[in-house]
């Protein structure tokens, strides 16, 4: 779980100002925190399929949002591929 104190943070590391929640980086990036949350968790519980599809979802979902920001902008997609470890 997300505490408020590490939104906080990743939407000031990845946003242009505090309230910007809407910017494809900082959805990626808490997308990406929430998808290695649930990561740790389903390794400890590995039946818990309802999760499971949860994480799927979740990981679709930022497929999605990076496809978008490689076609709109290739430096912004390779800047935040970079800063939080993803493969492509």
């Known amino acids: 779980?997300?505490?408020?104190?590490?939104?906080?943070?990743?939407?000031?590391?990845?946003?242009s100002n505090p309230q910007d929640t809407?910017?494809?980086?900082?959805?990626?990036?808490?997308?990406?925190?929430?998808i290695n949350d649930l990561s740790i968790?389903?390794?400890?519980?590995?039946?818990?399929?309802?999760?499971?599809r949860g994480l799927i979802a979740m990981v679709s979902q930022r497929r999605s949002l990076l496809s978008y920001l490689?076609?709109?902008?290739i430096m912004r997609y390779r800047s935040i591929i970079s800063s939080l470890g993803l493969r492509k």
């Open 22 to 34: 809407g910017r494809t980086e900082v959805q990626v990036a808490l997308l990406t925190q929430r």
């Open 41 to 52: 968790h389903l390794e400890g519980h590995k039946k818990d399929n309802h999760n499971r």
């Open 70 to 73: 490689a076609k709109k902008d």
């Open 1 to 15: 779980m997300i505490t408020k104190e590490q939104r906080a943070e990743v939407i000031e590391k990845y946003g």
